[in-house]
């Protein structure tokens, strides 16, 4: 997020003096990397569906609009989401396609009949809708994208310092932010505190941005590090390993899949996403803690789900997998975007609970509004303000993984 934001300012601002502050150079455990790079359209707030239409299109347009020297582009692998709806939940997925439509998303509606023609390999038992994102949605390297905003970042003259913040002190009513890094010198082996000032502070922070929120004198950001699990599984069959084969797949009962590379090679990504809907009841929350080892956790929860939809997956293996976290908002699983009502200058962008990858291009480009012109100009995501949280007036999706 702290790229795309990067990015976004220097694009509009070239001269501007810009510093990225990362804990983790290497990203190593940061939750871009780990996420499965997953874009789609399919929200009940009208907002997040219009970031994510942005997303899309600058996945696109990056392939001829930028100086592939600097970065190469970025593979956006466009085969759609499939939302699978129970009979307790088809009312609601229907009023979220009314949403979507209405703001240009390309999306459609199917009954289990036209599921089975299109998705020969799925059952449809309890299943009474199905909405399909037929373009525009899909998934991309994450790590890919990282890397492109963080090069184009730098060759517009960003800044990246390895360090932590220790400190963000107001400077006074309107003259910034004295911020103190703690940097630790590689070479000599040895930390050091340093200090900076500025006119602005971004906290883009991710699964940490609670913890900075603290150290900046704010202490009720509620969003905390959690945790996810991805599997790669395999299955030969030739139902799922036909061209196109497996979209991403979200069913009522709380998993979701897709392919993993070429369909022939009969590679898959799938995990597990808890929530408070109702189909998804009975998901231990040690899943957050990670007290169920990863394959103990697969053969109890998630196979036999994923075998009733797709039951070609009765034959699948696991091969591997990984784990890592997300900025969760534990308030709503709803981004908090903009400034600090009471620290002017001290902005957000964080909480997006498993959807940050996706909403980047946009958000970048909202805090480069907000920084630059005090407003938004493109897509207004006033809704997500950090007054909310104030007000304990939750942002909620309808069911929405």
């Excluded at 592939?68 to 956006?76: G, K, L, R, T």
């Excluded at 023609?117 to 994450?142: V, Y």
């Excluded at 897709?258 to 898959?268: C, V």
């Amino acid at each position: 997020m702290g790229c795309s934001i990067a990015f976004h300012i220097l694009e509009r601002e070239p001269n501007a003096r810009l510093l990225v502050v990362e804990k983790d150079i290497t990203y190593s455990a940061a939750s871009s990397p780990l996420s499965v790079g997953s874009i789609r359209q399919q929200f009940s707030i009208e907002e997040n569906c219009l970031m994510s239409i942005y997303g899309a299109h600058f996945l696109k347009r990056v392939q001829f609009e930028y100086d592939p020297s600097v970065c190469e582009p970025i593979e956006f692998d466009e085969s759609g989401y499939l939302v699978l709806g129970s009979p307790s939940t088809e009312e609601t997925i229907r009023r979220n396609h009314q949403t979507q439509i209405r703001i240009g998303a390309k999306v459609c509606l199917l009954s289990p009949d036209e599921l089975k023609e299109k998705f020969p390999w799925l059952s449809t038992t309890d299943i009474a809708i199905g909405s399909w994102g037929f373009e525009n949605e899909g998934w991309f390297d994450p790590y890919s994208m990282m890397t492109w905003f963080k090069k184009n970042a730098i060759h517009r003259n960003a800044q990246f310092y390895s360090g932590e913040v220790t400190r963000v002190r107001p400077l006074g009513k309107h003259d910034g932010y004295e911020v103190e890094i703690l940097s630790q010198d590689s070479a000599r082996n040895a930390a050091e505190i340093i200090k900076i000032s500025s006119k602005f502070v971004i906290n883009a922070a991710g699964c940490w941005a609670g913890e900075v929120g603290k150290r900046s004198g704010i202490s009720n950001v509620p969003i905390v590090p959690r945790k996810r699990r991805v599997y790669v599984v395999h299955c030969k069959s030739n139902n799922v390993t036909k061209p196109n084969g497996v979209p991403m797949v979200f069913d009522p009962s709380g998993f979701w899949v897709r392919r993993e590379g070429e369909a022939s090679q009969g590679r898959f990504v799938c995990g597990m996403a808890v929530g408070p809907d109702p189909d998804m009841e009975g998901i231990p929350e040690e899943l957050d803690g990670g007290e169920i080892e990863a394959q103990d956790f697969f053969e109890e929860y998630m196979w036999e789900k994923m075998a009733a939809r797709i039951p070609d997956f009765e034959a699948l293996r696991i091969q591997g997998g990984w784990q890592g976290f997300y900025d969760f908002c534990t308030l709503d699983e709803n981004a908090i975007i903009g400034e600090h009502p009471i620290m002017k200058g001290y902005y957000f962008a964080a909480g997006f609970s498993g959807h940050g990858i996706q909403h980047c291009p946009a958000v970048g480009r909202a805090i480069a509004e907000l920084v630059i012109d005090q407003r938004y100009s493109s897509v207004d995501l006033s809704r997500f303000v950090f007054e909310r949280v104030l007000s304990n007036t939750p942002l909620r999706e309808a069911v929405c993984y």
